[in-house]
């Protein structure tokens, strides 16, 4: 039953938002915070039951080839514990930001919390696709939010490239349904392996493409950076940290259900969208001068990383790009949290133009270095933990050509961090040794969401030391292991 | 194991010689930033120790992953080191380091796919290459020694000590690790390329501490060919000549940054009579070019007389030839800075006088800095019975008069060359390309194809929509 209330609550929230502007005409801080803590608390027991004991509820009593079944097992967990996580950041920096004056943005905020619940959890393909939808479209509104011209351009161009990913993702589900007639993902493996080989060539075809654009890889990343740059610091920070990896989750767990079996080159694509998502994603941010595009630009790279592990198609490699999906969501939630709180009190987005960087915590330039740092893969981080081993496997799986890449991957993205870590942290220590008169004019206050950005902060820290602990390593390949098995996900939604 | 370690002569000889070399330039450093306040000061004197223990667990590191690990950490400490005195020096070094890295564990990761362990040592031939190239990044083999110079010569100087003296040296030990039966003709060949290279281009150095660079890529040129050679006997000689070079060639920049800091110049053109004015610090650079050109009685003469040997016994007589001309250039481009920072008439005007007379302390501190590289040099010059036995030799074999006569041979040869050279060595030479500039060209052609890419966000839906079909039929195409 939790399983529901994980996509039920969040949804509840979303409806009962309106009802209560509309009755007292404000919005409480505190009861959205609630709502959230709510939302949040249903989602941490799903991705618990899914992680201790993997469990499937059916929906309307209805048997599981009929009806819709929500399941959750290890490889939704952890996804499901990243995306609350993302989702509590985000809402946190909102409340702190704007406090709960705009009520329609914490409506489709909500809305888009229990949709990407609804994507981890679900195992029938068309209810995927409504949440994909949901998703979506909460997703463009979001982007739209502030209002700006340049938001209303981002959500629009969202709006159109993101539709077409979903007509493509339709359209493969539709064929599918039209060649075996069964929605559910746990009784598709077996249809998909009598169905001809040109059509499984069609079907691939959607899905890969329409779920790729929502990652945003590379060749169809074009939505990306703009929505990611125009979109306010904390819808930027939630679409980069958790909604490509809610994407990602889709992507991984219908190419291993359906395509892992079936042969055809799924993986062998997914891996060259990742190489060229990582040489690509670099090589547009190095020499970007706006700090939230550059940041966009990386994740377009960082995405490529993912989908190299998942291209390995073994249970080590999926565990590998997992880590890699938790690490990211630390590191580039923190590094546009911390990025916007500078960019704000500088008042430029511009690399060039940070001159002055009064009124910005030191410590908040120094918590950027350390996602720098994280990010560009320097040893105890966890950036680098989760790369080595992306590259580990990808050679043993892909041959030498990711590994190349990634390599290639970590020098460029350094040149191009360090451009924007020296740029901030030379104005900090000018400012530090010049003259101290004018340091009182605004005095940088501490903030719930540098709290917040502190902890990730050392948990990225903590999560690359643990990554060289055993027990961790092998938790992790459990993942990887739910991923690739097949059999057990139909087993555990069929009941059987 | 979560640490798994590979103790044995070669690496607990190399983290000695961090920790010597950091002691060194730990008491050198407070007589050389004296002038430095704040954030500076307290890198210069905490970061060596970092450095430190960073390299010893790196050496000391049973596997290439945490090898490869602790060698990054190690190059990003000194980036801190050198950011202080020049950034894009330190940019730089930081890149090309990780550069190194990056290609170590990619050759690692495919040791572990091809073997299943990533143990230290020599590692098959299909990934060689990737090994070869990332260590020969740290130990600028040829081409790959791009970053080098620059960063040495722009670096404060204890730090270009500590870097000459033991992250290049870091590189050397992965080489050593990696010496089989597979490796010795490239070795030779990279060794023989380097050594002849470097001093060819130290000859037409007029900067003191860029001079200095290109003897320390000429320098590992010798162990990367003693290493080539494949024998035991080469083996302990390019180790000898490492521990020797580290120890001498930390002597060096150390006597070029008293210099520097004294005469308020590294430039020889506007050097001369430094011996008069700083008698102390023209001794330590005696001894360090006496041990670098071979001059029995300090330890280069042990270690280049080991590495001859090795070339001999293997019977490798061009690379031994070639090894022994660059001997005597070695011996005419030190005679070139002794005369021209030392013993030549003052020039007159020079450019610019020194900020601030250092003091007397400073001074003292800096002389008793050297004092430590330069009597263990003199040491393992006379005694030098532990690396040759690790060589199966003994010392008598190395004091032999055949092998003396060698050295001295080269040494007078050397010293005939520069009379007859000398006014040609102290004139301008046009600068020559180097690989250098091929970074430069490569950056250049770098930003344009990423700002070309960048075009390609022109913001039209219709380019964007055109794309996404084109790689929706390209896909089909590739799932066929």
């Known amino acids: 039953m939790s399983l529901v209330l994980a996509v039920v609550t969040p949804l509840l929230c979303a409806f009962l938002i309106p009802v209560f502007h509309l009755v007292w005409k404000t919005l409480p801080v505190c009861l959205v915070g609630v709502m959230g803590l709510a939302s949040l608390a249903a989602s941490l027991a799903a991705a618990c039951t899914g992680w201790v004991s993997p469990a499937a509820s059916l929906l309307g009593g209805w048997p599981p080839d009929l009806g819709i079944v929500l399941v959750a097992d290890r490889l939704a967990a952890p996804f499901m514990l990243l995306t609350s996580m993302g989702v509590a950041t985000s809402l946190v920096c909102s409340l702190e930001k704007y406090g709960g004056g705009p009520w329609r943005y914490y409506a489709i905020f909500f809305l888009l919390a229990a949709s990407m619940n609804g994507i981890l959890l679900t195992a029938d393909l068309f209810n995927l696709f409504v949440f994909y939808e ?280 350094a040149a191009y961090y360090y451009g924007v870590v020296s740029a901030l942290v030379g104005s900090v220590v000018r400012r530090n040794t010049g003259s101290p008169g004018n340091n009182d004019l605004d005095s940088p206050t501490v903030s719930a969401s540098s709290v917040i950005t502190g902890t990730f902060a050392v948990l990225c820290l903590l999560a690359g030391l643990a990554a060289l602990w055993p027990p961790m390593q092998s938790s992790f390949l459990s993942i990887g292991e739910t991923a690739v098995d097949i059999e057990g996900y139909a087993r555990l939604v069929l009941g059987k | 194991m979560i640490f798994p370690v590979a103790i044995d002569t070669f690496s607990l000889t190399f983290a000695a010689l961090a920790v010597y070399l950091t002691i060194t330039v730990s008491i050198y450093t407070p007589g050389y930033d004296d002038h430095m306040r704040g954030y500076g000061r307290f890198i210069y004197r905490t970061f060596p120790w970092a450095f430190c223990l960073f390299s010893c667990l790196g050496v000391l590191s049973g596997n290439w992953f945490l090898f490869t690990i602790f060698v990054e950490l190690s190059s990003l400490v000194l980036f801190f080191m050198i950011s202080i005195s020049d950034t894009s020096a330190a940019k730089l070094y930081l890149l090309s380091q990780l550069a190194g890295a990056s290609l170590l564990l990619t050759g690692t990761a495919m040791l572990y796919s091809a073997t299943g362990s990533t143990a230290i040592g020599p590692v098959p031939r299909n990934c060689l290459w990737l090994f070869l190239c990332g260590l020969g990044i740290k130990a ?241 010059g006379l005694v030098p019975g532990f690396f040759a036995g690790t060589g199966g030799l003994d010392t008598h074999y190395l004091f032999k008069t055949a092998n003396i006569l060698s050295a001295t041979g080269t040494l007078a040869l050397g010293l005939g060359l520069f009379v007859f050279l000398r006014k040609w060595l102290e004139t301008d030479k046009d600068p020559i390309p180097d690989a250098d500039m091929l970074v430069e060209k490569g950056v250049v052609i770098f930003g344009n194809i990423c700002s070309t890419l960048q075009t390609a966000h022109c913001g039209m839906l219709r380019v964007y929509i055109a794309v996404t079909v084109g790689t929706g039929i390209v896909l089909s195409l590739l799932l066929r």
């Open chain 1, 134 to 413: 949901i998703f979506s479209v909460a997703a463009y509104l979001l982007v739209a939010s502030s209002m700006s011209w340049q938001a209303m351009e981002a959500g629009l161009k969202y709006l159109v490239l993101g539709t077409m990913g979903a007509l493509f993702f339709l359209l493969g589900t539709a064929f599918i349904f039209m060649a075996t007639g069964i929605l559910n993902m746990a009784l598709l493996p077996e249809a998909l392996s009598v169905v001809p080989r040109e059509t499984l060539t069609v079907i691939s075809t959607c899905l890969v493409l329409g779920l790729a654009l929502k990652t945003g890889a590379f060749p169809v990343h074009f939505w990306l950076p703009d929505a990611h740059s125009s979109a306010q610091t904390p819808v930027s920070a939630l679409l980069s940290g958790a909604l490509v990896k809610v994407s990602v989750y889709a992507l991984t767990r219908i190419s291993c259900l359906f395509f892992l079996s079936n042969g055809g080159g799924v993986f062998r694509v997914i891996t060259i969208m990742g190489v060229l998502s990582i040489l690509g994603g670099h090589l547009m941010a190095f020499r970007q001068d706006d700090i939230k595009r550059l940041l966009a630009f990386s994740t377009v790279a960082q995405i490529g990383y993912i989908l190299v592990g998942v291209g390995c198609a073994s249970a080590a490699g999926i565990a590998a790009a997992v880590f890699h999906a938790i690490n990211h969501m630390l590191m580039k939630m923190g590094l546009f949290i911390t990025s916007g709180d500078i960019c704000e009190r500088v008042g430029t987005r511009s690399i060039r133009a940070i001159k002055d960087t009064a009124g910005v915590l030191p410590a908040n330039v120094a918590i950027f270095t350390v996602f720098a740092l994280a990010i560009v893969g320097v040893p105890p981080l966890n950036g680098f933990m989760s790369k080595w081993f992306i590259m580990l496997f990808s050679v043993t799986d892909t041959g030498l050509c990711p590994a190349l890449a990634i390599a290639a991957g970590t020098i460029i993205s």
């Open chain 2, 140 to 380: 600028a083999f040829p081409v790959l020694h791009f970053w080098l110079p620059a960063v040495h010569s722009r670096a404060a100087t204890p730090t270009s000590a500590l870097l000459s003296g033991f992250a290049v040296k870091i590189g050397v030990f992965g080489t050593g690790r990696l010496v089989s039966a597979d490796t010795g003709p490239t070795l030779l060949l990279l060794g023989s390329i380097m050594a002849v290279y470097g001093v060819g281009r130290a000859l037409i150095q007029h900067d003191a501490k860029r001079l200095l660079a290109w003897h320390t890529i000429s320098q590992l040129g010798y162990i990367v060919a003693a290493f080539g050679v494949g024998t035991p006997l080469g083996f302990a000689a390019g180790f000898f000549h490492a521990i020797a070079h580290g120890l001498f060639k930390a002597l060096l920049f150390l006597s070029a940054g008293s210099l520097e800091k004294v005469c308020g110049t590294k430039d020889l053109k506007q050097l001369g009579g430094a011996a008069g004015t700083t008698p102390l610090t023209f001794v330590f650079f005696l001894v360090g070019a006496l041990a670098i050109s071979g001059c029995p009685g300090f330890s280069g003469f042990a270690s280049k007389t080991m590495i001859k040997a090795a070339l001999h016994e293997s019977g490798n007589t061009t690379c031994y030839w070639i090894l022994q001309a660059v001997g005597a250039g070695t011996v005419v481009s030190f005679c070139k800075m002794g005369y021209m920072a030392f013993l030549r008439k003052p020039v007159k005007n020079p450019a610019r006088p020194p900020k601030r007379a250092p003091g007397k302390r400073s001074d003292n501190l800096r002389n008793l800095g050297m004092v430590l590289p330069a009597f263990a040099t003199i040491i393992l």
